[in-house]
């Protein structure tokens, strides 16, 4: 199980993708965190034994996982207060979500104990909503609202919710959390170092954008997010770069390819999430060196 469900989440793939990466000696970025499925699978196996960085543009995203990592203890005692006086229930979703939405999340500097107590209600709110959403998507509008309708799952299980954020702590230790842009967090590579890019996928007319927030990952992006990815390269960074069946790179792009990977993973396909047929996905090896 995991504890934060994600749009475009490679928690069928992580395996194998971790296989492909094998064991890290130099530091290892991952600068389109989300769910985190991949870096969770390569700790896991301790295959990583440089620093760790990962990061995203979702400030609340971020903030849960600095919330998990660093107050555990508080975290859960939030949740399970707001669970047992029964603010946290089925009936109190679009209120919830409706505050949620009105309250913007940045990167928090903890003076005071209101700033603690800011950070620990974000990630239990994050947590509800994750938990309570129709099909535990994640979606957020163009203007960056989350806007994914109460479903019918039963909620937050405690037990569940205690065993896995300890598990989660664990494996968040060494690892360093911040809110940028994919740019910005791969400046720091150098030669030796592993990064893995997964970023927003596009439809295959280019038409339909996956949306995380309010900034579009459209083919522009990409474009920039493969341009970044063949410099770090040509300086000597082993690159990974996951993206759906269709895509195809440009020529330009495609010389850099080193492998492509084919994975075949289950997706749900229809809306109540009840159907799941393989889906295909590319993970692709850049060339090292120039
Ligand atoms: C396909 S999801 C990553 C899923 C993740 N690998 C997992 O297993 O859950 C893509 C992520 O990229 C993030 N994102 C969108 N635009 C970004 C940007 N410009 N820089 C960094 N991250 C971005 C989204 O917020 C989203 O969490």
Known sequence: M???????????????????????????????????AVLFELQSRKSLNGEIFVSDTDADLINFWKAIRDYPEDFKQHVRHKVENGTYCHKNYYHIRKIFNGEKTDSVILNT???????????AVVYYLNR??????????????????VGSNS??????????????????QNVHIDCVDFEEAVRKAQKGDVVYFDPPYYSKDGTNFTQYGGEIFDK???????????????????????APGYFEPTKIQAKRVKETYILMVG?????????REPVEEKLMELEVGG
């Open 155 to 172: 909620g937050i299980n405690l037990t569940f919710m205690d065993s896995e954020t300890d598990r989660y702590t664990k494996l968040l």
């Open 267 to 275: 997706r749900p396909v229809n809306r109540n999430g009840g159907g």
């Open 2 to 36: 995991v504890l934060l469900k994600w749009v475009g989440s490679k928690t069928a793939s992580c395996k194998v993708i971790a296989d492909k990466i094998g064991t890290v000696s130099g530091r290892y970025i991952e600068p389109c965190i989300g769910g985190g």
């Open 220 to 242: 522009e992006k990409m474009d920039t997010l493969y341009a970044v990815a063949t410099n770090l390269s040509i300086r000597g960074v082993r690159v990974f770069i996951s």
């Open 113 to 123: 104990h209101r700033d603690h107590m800011r950070v620990i209600s974000s990630a």
């Open 132 to 149: 309570t959403c129709f099909n535990g998507l994640w979606r957020r509008n163009s203007k960056g609202e989350f806007n994914v309708p």
